[in-house]
């Protein structure tokens, strides 16, 4: 799944191939994610290429505030 990098989009990810998509979070930058794990939180973390592999859908809002750019 291509990724945008617009701050702002919303990533959705599965854990395996087929399964249904159970986590999502926000793209803080082109290279970080915002999105919470249980017991610890909301956190802000690295894009790394694990996490990408696992975006199964891209959401962007249409008409962004210039500061998303």
Same mark, same amino acid.
């Given at each position: 799944?291509?990724?945008?990098?617009?701050?702002?989009? %919303?990533? =959705?990810?599965?854990?395996?191939?087929?399964?249904?998509? #159970?986590?999502?979070?926000?793209?803080?930058? +082109?290279?970080?994610?915002?999105?919470?794990?249980?017991? %610890?939180? =909301?956190?802000?973390?690295?894009?790394?290429?694990?996490? #990408?592999?696992?975006?199964?859908?891209?959401? +962007?809002?249409?008409?962004?505030?210039?500061?998303?750019?």
């Amino acid at each position: 799944m291509k990724i945008n990098n617009l701050a702002g989009d %919303i990533l =959705v990810f599965r854990w395996k191939d087929g399964s249904p998509a #159970k986590h999502a979070g926000i793209l803080a930058s +082109s290279t970080s994610l915002i999105h919470t794990y249980d017991r %610890i939180g =909301v956190v802000e973390t690295p894009l790394v290429p694990a996490w #990408k592999r696992r975006v199964a859908a891209v959401f +962007s809002f249409p008409g962004g505030s210039p500061w998303q750019h």
